[in-house]
């Protein structure tokens, strides 16, 4: 059972970095005007990101697995992410997402 939870410990921490990692690329994209393929990746992958949680009650998917492997209150971003990340990446990343787009949209409008 612990070997379980460590992989998806693992699992969800590669997911939470590549999510970080979209919303950093998008910040640069902005900040840059550079339009490609990886923008467009990057803003699917972090709406379809919300969707999920979105449609999961704000809630992690992974939460009710992280329960059933023996997790405490779910929880899967204990262990293998700095505890200021893990603690408000749910609360500051909608926000920072807007930003983002806005920037982008103001970019591409001023070309």
């Known amino acids: 059972m612990a070997t379980r939870l460590s992989l ?3 699992f969800h921490s590669l997911i939470a970095f590549f999510m970080l990692a979209c919303l950093i690329y998008i910040l640069y994209a ?3 005007a550079t339009f490609n393929i990886f923008l467009l990746v990057a803003i699917v ?3 379809i990101e919300g969707a999920a ?3 999961n009650k704000c809630q992690c998917p992974l939460t ?3 329960e059933k492997h023996g997790a405490e209150k779910g929880s899967v971003a204990d262990i293998f ?3 200021i990340i893990a603690r408000n990446l749910f609360k ?6 807007a930003g983002e787009l806005i920037l982008l949209g103001f970019r591409y409008l001023t070309g």
């Open 81 to 83: 992410m700095p505890g």
């Open 45 to 47: 992958t972090i709406l």
């Open 53 to 55: 949680i979105s449609l």
């Open 92 to 97: 500051w990343s909608p926000s920072i997402f």
């Open 30 to 32: 902005g900040l840059t």
């Open 8 to 10: 998806l410990k693992w």
């Open 64 to 66: 009710t697995l992280a």
